[in-house]
């Protein structure tokens, strides 16, 4: 079965402290994974790709395939990350997501 | 460059009426993907538009349709609503040569 999931609804931490938004996926295929960041009033917007191996606002996510994770870490939250994440399988041929149910994360002052 | 866009931002409807969603995608890309984002349901896959076609369908009923129009704009219509039909819905458009697609701020659909 094809499923994403992200364990916790809701992640609270204060300024400064590391962060990981957990997200654990099911699939057959060869995974293309995604994290996508919703603020308050915007839309959704692209912030991870695995593919691209690159660091936005300071976010990584590694590609673990034997754990079949693709968590989300950031060393140092800042006020301003408070979002709502969501992590998404892209699915092979169709291209089409499968959504986790996502994380609000909440960086306290 | 101009982001996926979508219109009406709300739309309020009463039961078994019809409901029609538009949605832009932006300029280049041939792909658009609509998802129903329904309380405590989380992102769904509704359907995938490409050249005009549409491409894959996920688990709804085929009240749930749509079209692609040759400028790769694309509407999504909603028959005989139900309340269960209230939720955000969000399109989303993709480049050709990647799989990466890109939201639009979503239509809220209220069915009274």
């Known amino acids: 079965a094809q499923r994403?999931?992200?364990?916790?609804k809701l992640l609270s931490v204060f300024k400064g402290a590391p962060v990981e938004l957990k997200c654990n996926y099911s699939y057959s295929g060869s995974p293309e994974l995604f994290w996508y960041v919703q603020y308050s009033r915007q839309r959704l917007q692209l912030l991870l790709r695995h593919i691209s191996r690159e660091s936005i606002k300071g976010f990584t996510a590694d590609?673990?395939?034997?754990?079949?994770?693709?968590h989300l870490k950031?060393?140092?939250?800042?006020?301003?990350?408070?979002?709502m994440y969501y992590c998404a399988l892209s699915v092979e041929?169709?291209?089409?997501?499968?959504?986790?149910?996502?994380?609000?994360?909440k960086v306290l002052a | 460059e101009a982001?996926?866009?979508?219109?009406?931002?709300?739309?309020i409807k009463?039961?078994?009426?019809q409901a029609t969603l538009r949605c832009s995608p932006i300029s280049g890309h041939t792909s658009v993907y609509w998802y129903q984002q329904a309380l405590g349901l989380g992102l769904q896959f509704l359907l995938w538009y490409d050249e005009g076609e549409e491409r894959n369908r996920g688990n709804f009923p085929p009240r749930f349709s749509g079209r692609q129009f040759p400028n790769y704009s694309s509407e999504l219509n909603?028959?005989?609503?139900?309340l269960e039909d209230s939720a955000l819905y969000l399109c989303?458009?993709?480049?050709?040569?990647?799989?990466?697609?890109?939201?639009?701020?979503?239509?809220?659909l209220t069915v009274l």
Do not use: C, M
């Open chain 1, 4 to 8: 994403v999931t992200q364990p916790e």
């Open chain 1, 63 to 70: 590609l673990n395939k034997g754990e079949t994770s693709f």
């Open chain 1, 74 to 83: 950031k060393p140092f939250a800042q006020e301003e990350d408070s979002a």
């Open chain 1, 93 to 105: 041929g169709t291209y089409k997501y499968i959504f986790g149910t996502g994380t609000r994360l």
């Open chain 2, 3 to 11: 982001g996926v866009t979508q219109s009406p931002t709300h739309l």
């Open chain 2, 14 to 17: 009463t039961r078994g009426q």
């Open chain 2, 78 to 82: 909603v028959n005989a609503l139900e």
């Open chain 2, 92 to 108: 989303a458009s993709r480049w050709t040569g990647s799989d990466t697609q890109y939201f639009g701020p979503g239509t809220r």
